[in-house]
């Protein structure tokens, strides 16, 4: 297994000092920074762009950027978020006309590539694609808007997914994106997970470092104080 990662999303952070809500999620002990990329037109919501990892990069930020495309196309921006300082891009693959192409573009501007499957989504996607994929995301909410409850059924199609990483031989990382908190991280890292969106469990918190120590104590199994 991979160590595990913990991914803040920037959604929601206080956009009005981004750089400095990046800088002190890093600083507490935070891997990567994750972009929820929505459009208002495959998901029901409007949020950031390539300017916005262009800018947190400008300001400093070294950390892996994981930008997450609920987008439609995806193609076009691509390559945006890739000169912008992108680290990780994934997208939905039903928001792809040629999946492959998709994922070979993504690897070709420099990124490495992941697939999304929402809550609903079969991972059978997986059988034409996890070989040349870097990162499987699953959503434990559905995508659009921040703060949901965490889809326990998931948990169940978290472990097929670990199954078939682990039986195809390759290192990629699977990552749970939504309603992930405290009080359930622990039971998502036991069903395979080992790479973590978490935005208002953490930004919603007054001691960043003491909230992703406590997500980190919880991925080990550790006893609660």
Known sequence: MLQPVIAPSI????????????????????????????????????????????????????????????????????????????????????????VDRTIQLIRDSGCRPGIVLNPATPLSWLDHTLGSIDLVLLMSVNPGFAGQNFIEPVLGKLAEARRRIDASGREVRLEIDGGVKQDNIGAIARAGADTFVAGSAIFGTKDYAVTIRALRGAIRGDAPL
């Open 11 to 98: 959604l929601s952070a206080d956009f009005a000092r981004l750089g400095a809500e990046v800088d002190a999620v890093l600083a507490a002990g935070a891997d990567w920074v994750h972009f929820d990329v929505m459009d208002n037109h495959y998901v029901p919501n409007l949020t950031i762009g390539p300017l916005v990892c262009k800018a947190l990069r400008k300001h400093g930020v070294k950390a892996p950027i994981d930008v997450h495309l609920m987008v439609d196309p995806v193609d076009r921006l691509v390559p945006e978020f890739a000169e912008a300082g992108a680290t990780w891009i994934s997208f939905h693959p039903e928001a792809s006309r040629h």
